[in-house]
């Protein structure tokens, strides 16, 4: 059953009542940025699953490094690792290149996002939002990615409804 004329109807009351809400459509080059932001996030999420599925081989077969994780001191403990079978270190190895290639690829995503941001229409937003103590460029420009233009809301609160 259409009901064009009862939704048109029930939009106009809305509009007049004043419930309808304003909807901000992102730009193609900001939606190119959110794109790669949200790329980040999976690199980002694949780096941490590599590492604690590492780790989790490393504890099966009783190894833990004492120092601190994914330092220089702790890559090099894990090159010098020797397991008795061949199989096990090959599992090893992969699982460290793993770990490499997803570190490579949120290096080259981060850098991705710092070289595209003088061209973003919303960069001036992302530089400003570093003067904050311990927002890094990447924070600010996934913030902004996601978020948008902070502009179309009236109130900080407001944001909460969007």
Request: net charge positive; aromatic share 6%.
């Amino acid at each position: 059953m259409k009901n064009d004329r009862r939704d048109a109807l029930t939009l106009a009351q809305n509009l007049r009542a004043g419930h309808l809400v304003e909807v901000w459509v992102p730009d193609e080059a900001h939606e190119a940025m959110r794109d790669l932001v949200r790329l980040r996030a999976l690199a980002r999420r694949d780096l941490r699953r590599a590492r604690q599925q590492l780790q989790s081989f490393l504890l099966r077969h009783g190894l833990s490094y004492a120092g601190t994780s994914w330092s220089h001191g702790h890559r090099g403990w894990l090159a010098d690792l020797k397991f008795a079978h061949p199989a096990q270190h090959l599992v090893l190895q992969e699982f460290v290149h793993r770990i490499e290639r997803a570190e490579e690829l949120c290096g080259r995503v981060d850098q991705a996002i710092v070289d595209l941001l003088p061209a973003w229409t919303l960069g001036p937003v992302v530089e400003a939002l570093q003067a904050l103590r311990g927002v890094s460029v990447v924070n600010a420009a996934t913030l902004v990615a996601e978020v948008g233009c902070f502009s179309r809301f009236e109130h900080p609160q407001r944001r909460r409804s969007h």
